[in-house]
């Protein structure tokens, strides 16, 4: 168990439909990474926030967006669905801590369980 | 940008023995990490060894470790006396070190299978 949680487990859906999903980060963590695996694309990364703030961007479509929460949980939504959306969806969390001498970054990120996307 | 690229698609080996599995990557920083993780049919993405590019010496887990070639830009798993629960895929990663660019980059993968 990485410490990581996510919801749902599974999802099933309409096309044109939206969807949200949401994580956990471990505690402590106060980034959390989205990752998009499916079949033709492989493992991508989508989006990373930092203590509320978006740090980074992949590819992510502009249909979906995110945000984190004060309390450090994430959510990723997914509108206007299409069957290629249809994909695991990997949250992942790792830390970043001030130390005396300047900042440092965990360079280990752990992966909750996923949630899995049917889009028909 | 960076790219990982794992040449081989599926590998099997018998219980007790010995695999490698291989993973190249292309990036021009000389600073950076690189992990492996597994993901078993459950799904669960598994961080299995990490190296961090400026540590000269291979990182080892138990029964897991890697060859890491800098100059060569090669980085193998081998995992030695093989258990019915390596059976997994098998993903190479690459993230930059320091602020800036968080992401990893995978590689396709390598399904490996483990005959009894």
């Known amino acids: 168990d990485s410490g990581v949680t996510q919801t749902p487990k599974h999802l099933i859906t309409a096309t044109g439909q939206r969807v949200t999903l949401r994580c956990s980060p471990r505690s402590g963590d106060l980034s959390v990474y989205w990752y998009q695996q499916s079949l033709d694309q492989g493992l991508q990364f989508l989006i990373q926030y930092y203590n509320g703030e978006e740090r980074a961007k992949g590819n992510i479509l502009e249909r979906f967006s995110a945000q984190q929460f004060p309390d450090l949980h994430s959510e990723l939504n997914l509108s206007s669905l299409e069957l290629g959306d249809s994909a695991l969806y990997f949250c992942?969390?790792?830390?970043?801590?001030?130390?005396?001498?300047?900042?440092?970054?965990?360079?280990?990120?752990?992966f909750g369980p996923g949630t899995r996307l049917l889009v028909l | 940008a960076q790219t990982v690229t794992q040449s081989q698609p599926e590998m099997s080996v018998q219980e007790a023995e010995t695999v490698t599995l291989s993973c190249t990557y292309d990036?021009?920083?000389?600073?950076?990490?690189l992990f492996w993780y597994k993901q078993p049919p459950s799904r669960q993405m598994i961080l299995v060894i990490r190296q961090e590019a400026y540590k000269q010496q291979n990182a080892t887990e138990n029964r897991f470790s890697v060859n890491f070639q800098k100059a060569a830009k090669s980085f193998s798993l081998k995992i030695s006396d093989s258990q019915l629960g390596d059976a997994a895929m098998y993903f190479c990663a690459y993230r930059r070190s320091g602020a800036g660019s968080y992401q990893l980059t995978f590689g396709k993968g390598t399904k490996l299978s483990v005959i009894p």
């Open positions: 990036t021009s920083e000389s600073d950076y990490y």
């Open positions: 992942a969390s790792s830390v970043a801590t001030s130390v005396a001498s300047g900042r440092w970054w965990s360079e280990t990120q752990y």
